[in-house]
């Protein structure tokens, strides 16, 4: 067998936790979408409520799907977590859109996605070694 079954479970896992915050990268830009050029709205309102409605669905996901633990005890405790790792990242998230949209003129949506990838690459570490504890 070309991999082990360690490195099989190794792969699956990121790949969930890929898909999983991929879903939440999708999220996020569809309410950025609705906000700015359906509701004609500031481009940080869509970047605040599309963080806040992905960090609920992700949380979920990676609680029962990614990091498959169905341990309800700790379920409030991981959220606390998780939300403050996730408001850490909204922060960064606030700070990175500014930068690139305000300061570097790229377009919101470009933008959104460089910093999803600088963000969720974060979030990543604290969210395994720490609320989910793998």
């Not at 990268?25 to 050029?37: C, E, H, K, S, T």
């Not at 990175?96 to 969720?120: D, E, G, P, R």
């Amino acid at each position: 067998m070309f991999f082990s079954r360690i490195a099989i479970q190794k792969i699956t896992f990121v790949m969930r936790y890929i898909v999983s915050g991929g879903l939440g990268g999708l999220i996020q830009l569809a309410v950025d979408y609705l906000f700015v050029d359906v509701l004609g709205r500031w481009y940080m309102e869509g970047v605040i409520v599309g963080f806040l409605t992905a960090l609920i669905v992700v949380f979920l996901l990676h609680k029962y799907w990614t990091f498959k633990d169905y341990d309800l005890k700790g379920s409030v405790r991981q959220f606390g977590i998780y939300s403050t790792v996730s408001v850490c990242a909204l922060f960064g998230n606030v700070f990175f859109m500014a930068l690139f949209v305000s300061v570097l003129n790229i377009w919101y949506i470009w933008a959104q996605l460089a910093t999803i990838c600088i963000v969720s690459g974060a979030s990543f570490f604290v969210n395994t070694f720490v609320t989910f504890k793998r």
